[in-house]
């Protein structure tokens, strides 16, 4: 069975700019979240998506933004990057919402520039 | 503000003795409990987990221990290996949403 896969695994870009990363949960997963990982703030919620709903949302500004498709695959995106944006962005699947196993994918490295 | 604290920042074991990694939460809303370890470019793997309703839970080497009245929960880990080398994370979750604590980053000397 395979795992959470997240493309792509290392990102640079110019501030200012805006991108977006993509994850692919185990299949069967239904519920995706995303967090930040800095050296400084450790590992912080983003955001969950269940039912191609966002159910739950951290202390992250509007910059920040995500969607989940049908299949429950799920990007995430950053518009008008900052340096302070460089950071492992995980993402985890789990199989519903009832608080269940959640299983990390190997992140994106986004470097600003 | 800090949800989950999480003590010590760093720690250094013998191989084969015991590390101990200490939690404590703040909201009582909190309904699930699990620890993750985490290898150099690695995204954290879960290690083991527990609900409140419990107050040990023992898998393999690795032990949790909580204590609902304190709001402290810990994490065991018997007879350490070199290979246990990694940083720990203790995490509190309401609705999938994973409040971490800040990480201890273990050593195991051989």
């Known amino acids: 069975k395979a795992g959470v896969t997240q493309t792509p695994r290392y990102l640079i870009k110019t501030r200012g700019q805006q991108v977006t990363l993509s994850c692919s949960p185990i299949s069967g997963h239904r519920s995706v979240s995303w967090y930040q990982q800095t050296p400084g703030q450790g590992l912080q919620f983003l955001f969950e998506y269940f039912s191609e709903t966002q159910r739950n949302k951290g202390n992250f500004p509007g910059r920040f933004s995500g969607r989940q498709f049908s299949n429950s695959r799920s990007e995430m995106n950053v518009s008008t990057l900052e340096l302070g944006d460089s950071a492992l962005y995980l993402c985890?699947?789990?199989?519903?919402?009832?608080?269940?196993?959640?299983?990390f994918g190997q992140g994106t490295r986004l470097t600003v520039v | 503000q800090q949800q989950v604290k999480q003590s010590p920042q760093s720690l250094i074991v013998q191989k084969g003795g015991i590390s101990i990694i200490n939690c404590a939460y703040e909201?009582?809303?909190?309904?699930?409990f699990p620890w993750y370890q985490q290898f150099p470019g690695k995204g954290p793997a879960l290690l083991i987990a527990i609900r409140p309703d419990v107050s040990e839970k023992k898998e393999g080497r690795f032990t949790i221990s909580f204590n609902k009245s304190a709001k402290q929960f810990s994490l065991h880990i018997m007879d350490s290996q070199p290979g246990d080398s990694a940083t720990y994370f203790c995490?509190?979750?309401?609705?999938?949403?994973?409040?971490f604590g800040k990480g201890t980053t273990l050593s195991v000397s051989s």
């Open positions: 909201n009582t809303a909190f309904d699930y």
């Open positions: 995490a509190a979750s309401m609705f999938n949403a994973l409040i």
């Open positions: 985890a699947s789990s199989l519903d919402r009832q608080d269940t196993e959640a299983f």
